[in-house]
Structure formats: C-alpha cells, structure tokens
C-alpha cells in the first residue's frame, strides 16, 4: 500500500485528527488534499510536522498549495519543523 493510499485512508477513518507527522516527502499529502479537500473539510485545524527546510524553495511551494488548501477547506493548517530524524517519539521530552 503506498503513502497517498494510507492517508486517504486515515483521513477518512480519523475525521477529527488534528496532527500528522510526515516522515516522507509532504509534497503528495499535499498533492492529495488539492485534488481530494473533501477529506479536510471536517477537520476544523490541522498540524503538520515536516523535515523540510523553511528556507528551501520547496517550502514556499508548500506554503502556497496550503493558503489554497486553506481557502478551499476551511481548514487551518500549521507546518511545524521536525528537528531530526528520529522516531517521532524520541524527539520529544519525557515526563514522569
């Protein structure tokens, strides 16, 4: 099963998910929430953390299809910069 399959997937299974993180590459989440926004209309907020460089032209592609996501969805979106590429679960603190 590929990437875009599985996300299709959980956006729908997971209406009110507020955050992913994406350990690939982002431009086809993206590319998929453009030609599929039905599957952000339900979801008031949306966090993504992504290895992409802010300051890459990359970054600023990704900025403008997420104002259109926005725009057409209703859907707040934040991009978030991961800090490395450890398991998710090791970039952040620990509480005990």
């Known amino acids: 099963m590929n990437a875009t399959v599985l ?13 992913l ?3 690939a590459d982002v431009d086809d989440a993206i590319h ?8 952000l209309s339900s979801h008031p907020r ?13 970054a600023t592609d990704l900025f403008h299809n997420l ?3 926005e725009v057409l969805t209703g859907c707040e979106i ?3 910069p ?3 590429f450890a398991p998710v679960g090791r970039q952040f603190l620990e509480f005990h």
Do not use: G
């Not at 996300?7 to 955050?19: D, E, G, H, N, V």
């Open 7 to 19: 996300l299709r997937r959980i956006m729908k299974a997971y209406p009110l998910i507020t955050s």
């Open 21 to 23: 993180t994406l350990r």
């Open 32 to 39: 998929l929430f453009c030609a599929e926004p039905h599957l």
């Open 46 to 58: 949306l966090e993504i953390s992504t290895l992409i460089d802010p300051e890459s032209p990359r």
């Open 67 to 69: 104002l259109h996501l």
């Open 78 to 80: 934040d991009v978030f």
């Open 82 to 84: 991961r800090t490395s």
